[in-house]
């Protein structure tokens, strides 16, 4: 049977050497076996131990609640029912928490859709005040002529096209 070092599940978990050694530590682990050098060595099934824990605290179940399982699961492995309820309300917690976020997110999604119609208004108003100022439609193009012919041109507003030269 094949064996891992602390550092090694420290790796494959992505937990810190600290993390295993609390868990162990405080009841969450049963004690690791130990190499005879006494360095920790850690088998398949206590890889899966760590990986489900890992879970639960990644979804917000506390150390407490942890130690209550596994407590259960190591001197009373015959109380499947416990341990299942203390799993269902903490599915409970995290379907609550995710409807929460969902709800959080969608207020998001919102306010993102808000500012994107801010932005093409800007867009909008800025190519408006634009063409106010560059199209040729609310300019006249005004020849500007001398005894000897054209000289050259110039543009105007309408109003001032009427003006002679």
């Not at 609390?22 to 682990?29: A, F, K, P, S, T």
């Not at 999604?109 to 063409?131: C, F, M, N, P, V």
């Not at 006249?140 to 003006?163: C, E, H």
Request: glycine residues 4%; aromatic residues 6%; neutral net charge.
């Amino acid at each position: 049977m094949q064996t891992l070092t602390i550092q090694q599940v420290a790796q494959q978990t992505g937990l810190s050497v600290h993390t295993l050694r609390y868990y162990e530590r405080n009841g969450l682990l049963e004690p690791v076996n130990r190499a005879s050098s006494g360095h920790r060595r850690y088998s398949a099934e206590d890889i899966s131990r760590i990986e489900f824990l890992t879970r639960l605290r990644t979804t917000g179940m506390s150390i407490r609640q942890m130690q209550e399982f596994t407590q259960l699961f190591r001197e009373r492995p015959e109380a499947i029912a416990e341990r299942r309820a203390i799993l269902e309300t903490h599915e409970q917690q995290v379907q609550a928490h995710i409807q929460e976020l969902e709800r959080n997110l969608e207020a998001i999604r919102w306010k993102i859709q808000y500012y994107k119609g801010l932005e093409e208004q800007q867009q909008i108003d800025a190519t408006h005040a634009s063409s106010k100022v560059t199209t040729n439609d609310d300019l006249v193009r005004v020849d500007v002529v001398t005894k000897s012919g054209v000289v050259g041109d110039r543009y105007s507003t309408p109003l001032m096209s009427n003006v002679n030269h």
